[in-house]
């Protein structure tokens, strides 16, 4: 197949949606000041970024590679244990949602009181990815039972590409199982749609199969498939 590379980020952009369509994940990553370049053939893409690491993206069945990449994601990867030097680490789904056009709601609040928030990721979310002092932050909402309790919470982020994404969705422990993340999601999706946001994205585990489908409930759809490859130096073993 022919492969083509610009070096335009707004031409990486429109590649990646008519190779992967619309909400497709390099949309969420391409950040215009660390586009270096992106590549495709007719049904494969890639995308490389600059920054502490040389950041790739890969969807597609056979994604143009990058021998400068640091660090990358694979969609659906066929490429085994390694590229060129980088090792298959974690493995995680991409999930989006065009919130203008989806239709549910959730009793969400607004949350301000830093403190509150924080207490809870410790105690039922340590590996949070996102916490209050984090600068992309848009906003953090909850929801609270009839005592006025936080059951459950979760950020609005807005990332560097200008896209949305959910973060640090996360339910008292004791209180799992009960509907609380989806209605969480839903209301966040409600609130991102008030505000004139197209579309939303997030990150989960492959293995946690409880919060995909949650998140599919809401109205998320699966994009991609991912293992994370990185260098010997930056693999947590």
């Known amino acids: 197949m022919t492969e083509k590379t610009t070096f335009d980020p707004a031409l990486g ?23 270096e370049s992106a590549s495709r053939t007719e049904d494969s893409y890639s995308l490389t970024l600059t920054g502490d690491q040389i950041f790739g993206l890969g969807v597609g069945p056979n994604p143009p590679l990058n021998q400068r990449w640091t660090r990358c994601v694979i969609d659906h990867s066929s490429l085994g244990e390694s590229v060129g030097p980088l090792r298959a680490g974690d493995h995680w789904d991409f999930y989006s949602v065009k919130a203008s056009a989806t239709p549910v709601d959730g009793d969400v609040v607004v949350l301000h009181d830093i403190a ?7 105690i039922h979310a340590a590996d949070s990815s996102v916490w209050p002092s984090d600068p992309e932050v848009v906003d953090w909402y909850g929801l609270r039972d009839e005592n006025d309790y936080l059951v459950s919470l979760g950020a609005l982020v807005r990332w560097e590409s200008g896209m949305h994404v959910l973060a640090s969705i996360v339910t008292v422990t004791e209180l799992r199982g009960q509907g609380f993340a989806q209605e969480l999601t839903q209301g966040i999706i409600a609130r991102a749609r008030e505000q004139g946001i197209e579309w939303l994205g ?7 199969v409880a919060a ?3 998140y599919r409930k809401a109205g998320f759809v699966l994009r991609a498939n991912f293992t994370t490859y990185t260098s010997d130096m930056n693999h947590d073993d």
């Open 13 to 35: 952009l429109r590649w990646s949606v008519e190779v992967a369509g619309e909400g497709n994940p390099a949309a969420f990553f391409l950040a215009p000041e660390r586009f």
């Open 116 to 122: 509150e928030i924080t207490e809870l990721l410790q």
């Open 202 to 208: 997030l990150g989960v585990s492959h293995a946690n």
């Open 212 to 214: 995909q489908r949650v």
